[in-house]
Each structure stands twice: as C-alpha cells, then as structure tokens.
C-alpha cells in the first residue's frame, strides 16, 4: 500500500529514539570511510558512490547487529 504523506525518497524512522544512535553511526562510518565532517557536509556535493558506501555500510552493520541480537550474542 503506497504511503501517501508526501514523504516520497524519505525514510522514515520507526523507533524515533534511535535518531540519534543512528545519526552517530552515520558520522562514525563516514568517518571510518575518510569523510570527514560529514555532518556539516552538503551531501548533494558527495558523489553517489560515497553517499552509498556510508549507507551501505550503514545498512551492513545493522544487519550484523540484527544477526547477533537474533542469536543471543553481543
């Protein structure tokens, strides 16, 4: 079911709590990857190959703490 909240190409948060361990994971990663000051960075100034290694790794990095959790590992 199409969601019609004119939100369209934003990701919605679910648990808005984790905003801000998700936005500090979002530097940390940048970071890690070489870009610094990434918060103050316009992002429509990065390429589209470093905005989707940061939400790649992103994206990785949950699954693995999904997979850990799941299995009763920390």
Known sequence: ??????????NQIVVPAARQALN???TEI?????????E?????N???RQNGYVGGY???RLVEQAQQN????Q
Do not use: H, I, V
């Open 24 to 26: 500090q994971m979002k």
């Open 70 to 73: 799941m299995s009763g590992q």
């Open 1 to 10: 079911m199409p969601n019609n909240n004119n939100n369209s190409g934003r």
């Open 46 to 48: 990065l390429t589209a």
């Open 58 to 60: 992103m994206t990785k």
């Open 40 to 44: 103050q960075t316009d992002k429509g």
């Open 30 to 38: 940048a970071n890690e990857l070489g870009l610094s000051n990434y």
